[in-house]
């Protein structure tokens, strides 16, 4: 039986449309990123989590036409969004299919090498999810990780507005078993799961006024608006008076706002596999 859907963001059009940018925003980082792995035409790969798209181009013109690339997304929506963006960069070696990151039903250790990109910041238990990634990498194979850390997400000069709407969706989260600094543990997870020779380095930007990440925590803020006030964390008053000074405050172009620390793990599953710490 798969996990019920924990997403923190939830999968409704405005998430859906930010995802899709997303794919745009993120790619010179995430291309960065599968550079230095040196992955080879030919292998299978496997990215956890793809959304609607994600880094499926990416990976997919490094096998080549002789590799394979499978992508597993929870949402059946969102599985269908793969496919056409996947489509629409004629790309026949990669396959998307509706599954579980939690428990996926794939055979433990067939493929070469699998890849995950801001899944973990969104969900609760993700030591769960490593440990899946991890069992299904060949010996010798590679793993990939790109995940958020708030650490990083501020605006200068500071506004009392940002510094409340933050801290009403970190206590969100908080209460939903998400850790929004899940971002420094990353390497640590992928330790206790038996990885091996992993590599560490972060990317932090700054958003000019007109970049669409700019307002990124107003995005979050309006997706999980309703439950931010149904549950108590904010009140709706405060909570529509912080939104318009935020908005006032990131049209200032004098106002910096600068990016998540996006940590970027890489490693190698051992030869002869070890048992996972607990």
Not at 23 to 32: E, F, H, R, T, V
Not at 99 to 108: F, I, N, V
Not at 173 to 196: C, W
Not at 243 to 255: E, G, K, M, N
Request: glycine share 8%.
């Amino acid at each position: 039986m798969s996990e019920p859907d924990l997403y923190l963001l939830g999968r409704a059009g405005p998430e859906e449309e930010r995802l899709k940018r997303q794919i745009a925003n993120l790619a010179p980082d995430s291309d960065q990123q599968l550079e230095r792995i040196a992955i080879r035409p030919g292998e299978r790969v496997l990215d956890l989590g793809c959304g609607p798209g994600g880094v499926l181009h990416l990976l997919g013109k490094r096998v080549g036409a002789t590799g394979s690339v499978l992508g597993i997304e929870r949402d059946a929506h969102f599985v269908e969004l793969a496919r056409r963006f996947v489509a629409s960069h004629a790309l026949p070696q990669v396959d998307v299919r509706e599954g579980d990151a939690y428990a996926t039903g794939l055979p433990r250790g067939s493929f070469d090498g699998a890849h995950m990109r801001l899944v973990l910041v969104n969900v609760p238990e993700p030591e769960r999810i490593v440990r899946e990634m991890v069992s299904l990498v060949k010996p010798d194979g590679w793993i990939a990780s790109f995940e958020a850390d708030f650490l990083a997400h501020i605006c200068d000069p500071p506004l009392a507005a940002w510094d409340r709407l933050l801290a009403a969706y970190v206590a969100y989260s908080a209460a939903r078993g998400i850790d929004l600094h899940i971002g420094r543990r990353t390497q640590r997870l992928f330790r206790a799961a038996g990885v091996e020779a992993l590599s560490t380095d972060a990317v932090v930007h700054v958003y000019p006024p007109g970049h669409d990440r700019r307002p990124i925590l107003r995005d979050f803020i309006a997706n999980v608006r309703k439950e931010l006030i149904d549950e108590g964390f904010i009140d709706r008053a405060e909570l529509d008076a912080d939104l318009q000074a935020l908005d006032r405050h990131l049209a200032d172009p004098s106002v910096l706002v600068t990016s998540h620390l996006f940590f970027r793990v890489t490693g190698r599953i051992p030869g002869t596999r070890q048992a996972p710490e607990h």
